[in-house]
């Protein structure tokens, strides 16, 4: 037994790869790999349909000469007939082992069970599916396919076969994803027919491509991916709210838009909301996720706008009503200036008019000056204005103060302003207050900008314009409970003439230092006038019209000076672009890794693993008994014990050497030579 046991354990090895060898050669492959339809009906692999015919009507004249089948021999045997006589099943079945309804022969055969063959119906598939002409939505050939990927946009692309049930069935839902993404991802088909492309876009296993979960089978190609390696197979169920997020989350990376309750929708978002964005409320009745172009916005317009999504009750519709004024969803409501009414757009969007919307609605009505918007309201003294590169001078009404009601009531008396030189007023109003018409054609021409700026924020900008000392009530952190606005007013004149006696001066190439300091030198000369009236709003557009009267008719001075830089809202988000690259090789690698976890069951059906594993058992069987046949020499006791005297001997050698070779210290023996010597009494001499 303690042989045995030793032999067992030596051996242990060997025995567990040739056992699992055997399970694996023997069980589990052959239950992995069931019989082809063509081994079913007694033909060769890839015959033709009449070959198939031919062998099913060989195997019927047996069945009635007598020899009467098993309900399940008759559904198999059947359904093979069925499936390989059909050019577009057997099409799908001989390229890629597509057999998309194999649950028809579980089913038929429990319902017939015990019952005679002839009682079956036939035929067992339907093929009503070939009689639709309905197949496809923008389906593509292999060159448009080619032209297609490789450009800006992603690519998402469905295989599909024009015989199968399940492509049928996603076809309405297919054609919703595809109006979701428009404008955002190129949407397209391809038929498993197209040889040329469709194998490349498969999963292969062992040299042969197939499909893990069937057709239809997505796949998409990110933006600027021109070869099969970097695609992306979806995974996940065949509905339209997740392959849309698929497609807007891991392949483009777009934010989702969260939804609000009533209960949330102020404390969470409007209050925590910066105000220096514009408010975008989306209201839905199905509760689906953004459609992607909505999401596209998020990312293009973050430095704008905040984004929400709120479902539509229809218990809850009297609260929107009297809060937004909508009465019906879908609906989408821009809150922009304080005490202005919200805007509001009722129906469904697409994604050309909603980004003409956003390019609408990203400013508010009295649009704020930062360091995004200075040039394009032309509120710069780089020589920027709205009204083109021809214009001598313009003007920009500034409003600045601390974030706070004195602010808003101030924001809103301007905003009457801008309104009523716009010619955008109530005709009442228009008969008491008169508006003088050097600013009117002022506005007209794109030479007067009405903007406000946030003093707490933009202190430098804020105390550069107003110093005063009363001018920390205005700019900067808050000291105490006051917060007074102020108004001024920036003429801003193009410095023409100095540019062409420069580049007269100097008619040489620049070099680039020195176009790097001529970019940062001011461009056009600043004369600022502040406002020290009241909130009268005639007061107020009269100064307005004087100062451009004056700044257009008289020669007043004008200075040339280097200004204060404003500063972001939020952080560069050159770092975040930057990181999309490192993001994107990251999620490729995971999804590598994941595709890698789901090959897993293949390698258990490889036909190679268990002759593989018989192979190392026989090698470790091998390797173990020629080292254990192969006996040590015998050495006699003699030997041994000289053995053991040789250590010590060469240690003693090496010792006496060392000790010779050593130069004497005081620590050695007393030489023979050496006598005593003693010190005399000094005293004595």
Known sequence: MASLFSFLRRYSVPLVLFVLGLFFQLILLPSSYPRSRYEVLGVRHLATIEEV?????????????????????????????????????????????????????EKIKAQYDGQSFSNIKLPLLDAAIFGSADHAFNPLTPKE??????????????????????????????????SMLDGVVDVGMLEVGEVQVVPFMAETKFNRPFFRNGLPDLVAFPPYCKSFDCLVRYQGDLSTDAVVDWIATSILGL???????????????????????????????????APPFMRQAVRDYQAYASFAFVLWR??????????FGVDTAPALVFLKDPGLEPTIYQGNLNS????????????????????????????????????????VSWYCVILVGRPSLELNKMRETIRRALNLLAHDFDPERAEKISVPAPAIDALKEKRLTFVWLDGELQKDYCLFYLHSDTIYETCGPRRDLANVPRLFIVRYKRTSKVDDLNSVKNPKKKN??????????????????????TEDLQEI????????????????????????????EEGDRTWSKGTQNIVSSSKGIVQ???????????????????????????????AIWFQSSSSPQKISPSEEAVGKEKPRNHRRRREATSNQERPPSITDTEPRDAYQWSASDTNSE
């Not at 969260?258 to 009745?285: C, E, M, Q, W």
């Not at 680039?512 to 009236?533: P, R």
Request: hydrophobic share 35%.
């Open 352 to 391: 050309s008019y909603f980004e003409k919307l956003m390019e609408e609605n990203k400013y508010f009505v009295l649009p704020q000056l930062r360091s995004l918007t200075s040039m394009e309201l032309g509120c710069d003294a780089r020589g920027y204005s709205r009204g083109g590169n021809n214009l």
């Open 592 to 622: 590598k890794f994941q595709n890698a976890i789901m090959n897993i069951p293949d390698y258990m059906t490889d036909p190679r693993v268990g002759p593989f594993m018989l192979l190392c058992a026989c090698l470790s069987f091998g």
């Open 512 to 533: 680039i230092w020195k176009t790097f300091h001529e970019e940062d030198e001011n461009k056009a000369s600043q004369l600022v006038a502040k406002y020290n009236g």
């Open 541 to 568: 557009i009269s100064w307005i019209s004087q100062i451009i009267e004056d700044g257009d008719t008289r020669n007043l001075p004008d200075f040339t000076v280097s200004t204060p830089e404003l500063l972001p």
């Open 53 to 105: 015919t031919e062998a099913y009507e060989k195997i019927s004249l047996k069945w009635a000469s007598g020899a009467n089948p098993t309900t399940a021999e008759f559904v198999d045997v059947r359904y093979a007939f069925e499936l390989l006589t059909n050019p577009t099943w057997k099409r799908d079945y001989d390229l890629y082992g597509v057999d998309e309804q194999l649950d028809v022969i």
């Open 314 to 323: 229809e218990e809850e519709s009297s609260l929107w009503w009297n809060t």
């Open 255 to 289: 934010p989702r838009i969260p939804y609000y309750s009533r209960d949330t929708l102020g404390p969470n978002f409007i209050g925590k909301t910066a105000l220096h964005k514009v408010k975008v409320i989306g209201f839905s009745k199905t509760g689906e996720r």
């Open 145 to 178: 396919f080619a032209s297609l990927i490789g450009g800006t946009k992603a690519v998402l692309i469905q295989v599909f076969s024009s015989g199968s049930h399940r492509c049928a069935k996603f076809l309405n839902s297919w054609k919703r994803i595809g």
